[in-house]
Nanobody, 124 residues
Framework: QVQLVESGGGLVQAGGSLRLSCAASGRTFSNYAMGWFRQAPGKEREFVAT????????YYANSVKGRFAISRNNPKNTVYLQMNSLKPEDTAVYYC?????????????????WGQGTQVTVSS
């Protein structure tokens, strides 16, 4: 079992930046690929970014590519999402998720554990 707790969300003006953190506890963090997803009101949860257990391979949704950066610190059991040049359409609840095994994926249904989410609101 892995427990995930997100933090770092908040209200920011368009063009601003936020860094989300996801602290993991339980089983060995480095055994898991990690991902960030988001869900806006009235919309389905969607993929944002993912990285492999080592952090050497990353993938991004086209909508955030070049603005967001995912990273991890395995000794600290933490994964991060640096969000720059934020837009109002980035407003959503952001979730981190853990997938058993080294390979990462964009598919929500392949993740085994989810955090409770942190709200990000970008004002225009």
């Amino acid at each position: 079992q892995v427990q995930l707790v997100e933090s770092g969300g908040g209200l920011v003006q368009a063009g601003g930046s936020l860094r989300l953190s996801c602290a993991a506890s339980g089983r060995t963090f480095s055994n898991y690929a990690m991902g960030w997803f988001r869900q806006a009101p009235g919309k389905e949860r969607e993929f944002v970014a993912t990285l492999t257990w080592s952090g050497s391979i990353t993938y991004y949704a086209n909508s955030v590519k070049g603005r967001f950066a995912i990273s991890r610190n395995n000794p600290k059991n933490t994964v991060y999402l640096q969000m720059n040049s934020l837009k109002p359409e980035d407003t959503a609840v952001y979730y981190c998720a853990a997938k058993t095994g080294a390979g990462s994926t964009r598919r929500l249904d392949e993740y085994d554990y989810w955090g409770q989410g942190t709200q990000v609101t970008v004002s225009s």
